[in-house]
């Protein structure tokens, strides 16, 4: 069991109050820290030994719906509704300045749970607070409009109003970032919120949470709930009146039943889901730069990114160069422990992920893709590390080609033309990122058009930045995060009609 006292002994905030530790075991409802209706509880485990780092209330939907009334009171009756935006915009920035101070601690929770290298933890928590401070500046601009009327008599006035309260349901693999990319649109524009953190990654949301009471968030304006049976309360924000919209980032599978399942209610709904980024690299590319790109958008969070390269198309006059560079720092990465500072990659998330990423590489090997390195379980580090792997040759009937991996492995296919390489790159039902390297400008132009995805990276490997629109096009998503299109899925746009006026 990880105690406060082997993070960090005693923490103050501030000189009001004094939190021990950043590490909760009780969900947060209506500005209570309280336990399951049924007192249940599950253990967050630590994936890169086992160890059990905490435990948190295991919730129902009676809780949740205990959650979901809160919020629907702070919105419609508590002083939140009567916050101005630059009240709204204050609060934020306390939130990020106290995530800010406690970035060291929080970084030490996340690398705990999900097992993710520690330096990229403290990048995660810098990464995702940045949304919190862009938030709390776009709070003060969600303009409206007023349009020129075709009659005398009448002014057409256009105001954006916040949804109300909003249901956040977000994954493991950025236990931070894909709270506060939500959280900080939702709460700019107005709106309360419930929040459903990953199962696996529970302690990072509260830890956030925690610093959310601290900077001041009036009652039920923000509320967590912990389970590890998702689908039951996922169903009551789909069915329930007073959940006016989700926001939900995971898996394409859940996203379409969450879509479907809250089609009754009409309400506004905001999906990221998984990928299957196209990473292109022509013969003119300048090879330094994509290798090293394709390490960094290949193996941050041990593959486990939505916006990680998954298929490798490599020109034919430069296939054997990059695969020998690729290599070289490819045997040079250090897999272990996360909480050591040296270890680039940690372990895989959980046995489920693990199992995928074997079977995957099981299944292009046997199909005819030639394993260039690793291909396999790295059982002296503990159960659920896996080997940085390059599998060459894949054919287009390889699950790792079709499907997201969301592990360490590159895959690779030869490519003779542009025209061949987009087609293959558009045959799939995802278009989230897609990434290409070349040094021609026409080409430049002319790709960057022609991928079917929502972001593309042009010799750039990380993408993602607070001030820019995140998501995908077909099965990887509705709606953006993050720039000022964030704001968009948290407000309903009202028309007022001043009629018979007179000048
Ligand atoms: P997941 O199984 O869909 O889980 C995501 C979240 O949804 C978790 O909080 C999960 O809870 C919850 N959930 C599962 N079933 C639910 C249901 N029926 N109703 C309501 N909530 C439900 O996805 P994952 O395996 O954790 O995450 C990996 C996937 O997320 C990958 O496909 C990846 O590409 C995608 N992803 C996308 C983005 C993006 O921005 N586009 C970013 C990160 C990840 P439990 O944990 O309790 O099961």
């Known amino acids: 069991m ?5 993070l960090r002994p005693k923490l103050t905030l501030s000189a009001t109050r004094t939190f021990s530790c950043l590490v909760q075991s009780k969900a947060f409802i209506n500005g209570n820290w309280i336990n399951a209706s049924t007192n249940e509880t599950f253990e967050v485990i630590n994936p890169a030994n086992g160890r059990i780092v905490g435990s948190v209330p295991n919730m129902n939907v ?5 959650a979901v009334q809160a919020a629907k009171n702070a919105f419609e009756q508590s002083e939140w509704s009567k916050f101005t935006a630059k009240e709204r915009s204050s609060l934020l920035k306390k939130w990020f300045n106290l995530i800010e101070k406690n970035g060291n601690e929080i970084s030490e929770i996340m690398s705990a749970e999900s097992g993710k290298p520690i330096n990229e933890a403290r990048g ?3 990464y995702g607070n940045a949304f919190i401070e862009w938030f709390a500046e776009e709070a003060r601009r969600i303009y409206g409009d007023i349009i020129p009327s075709a009659a005398k008599d009448r002014e057409i006035i256009v105001l954006k109003q916040p949804l109300g309260v909003a249901a956040l349901i977000t994954p493991w693999n950025f236990p931070l970032a894909m709270i506060t990319r939500k959280a900080g649109a939702a709460l700019a524009a107005g709106c309360t919120i419930v929040i459903k953190p ?13 610093l959310a009471e601290e900077a001041g968030f009036p009652d039920g304006v923000i509320n967590i709930v912990t389970t590890n049976n998702a689908a039951p309360i996922g169903d009551l924000f789909c069915k329930s009146p007073d959940v006016r919209g989700i926001s939900f980032t995971g898996s394409t599978e859940v996203g379409k039943w969450l879509f479907r399942n809250s089609s009754d209610g009409i309400k506004r709904i905001s999906l990221e889901l998984g990928g299957n980024a196209p990473f292109i690299v022509f013969n003119t590319a300048n090879l330094e730069k994509a290798v090293d790109a394709a390490i960094a958008s290949k193996f941050r969070n041990c593959g486990q990114t939505c916006v990680s390269a998954n298929r490798f198309f490599l020109q034919d006059e430069i296939h054997n160069k990059f695969i020998d560079l690729l290599k070289q720092k490819v045997e040079a990465l250090k897999v272990g422990d ?5 270890v680039q990659i940690g372990p895989l998330i959980n046995s489920m992920q693990f199992n995928k990423v074997s079977s995957y590489v099981e299944d292009a090997r046997s199909k005819g ?36 991996i969301f592990g ?51 010799n750039e490997g990380l993408i993602s930045a607070a001030e820019a629109p995140f998501g995908g096009v077909k099965e990887s998503g509705i709606g953006r ?10 407000v309903e746009i009202k028309y007022i009609c001043m009629g018979n006026l007179k000048y």
């Open 2 to 6: 990880l105690f406060c006292n082997s």
């Open 62 to 66: 009676n809780d949740a719906v205990q």
């Open 124 to 126: 995660e928590v810098a």
């Open 198 to 210: 990953a199962e696996d990654t529970p302690l990072t949301a509260l830890a956030l949470v925690k």
């Open 338 to 342: 996360g909480s050591k500072q040296d």
């Open 369 to 404: 893709g030639k394993i260039l390195f690793g291909g396999r379980p790295l059982e002296d580090l503990g159960k659920l590390f896996y080997s940085p792997t390059i599998i060459s040759n894949v054919p287009s009937n390889a699950k790792l080609y079709s499907e997201e």
């Open 408 to 458: 360490p492995v590159v895959s690779i296919v030869k490519f003779k033309t542009e025209e061949e390489v987009i087609r293959a790159a558009n045959n799939s039902r995802r278009g989230l990122a897609g990434y290409f390297f070349s040094e021609n400008i026409q080409q430049v132009f002319r790709v960057a058009r022609l991928l079917e995805v929502g972001m593309v990276g042009v």
């Open 481 to 490: 995060e993050g720039s000022h299109h964030g704001i968009d899925e948290y």
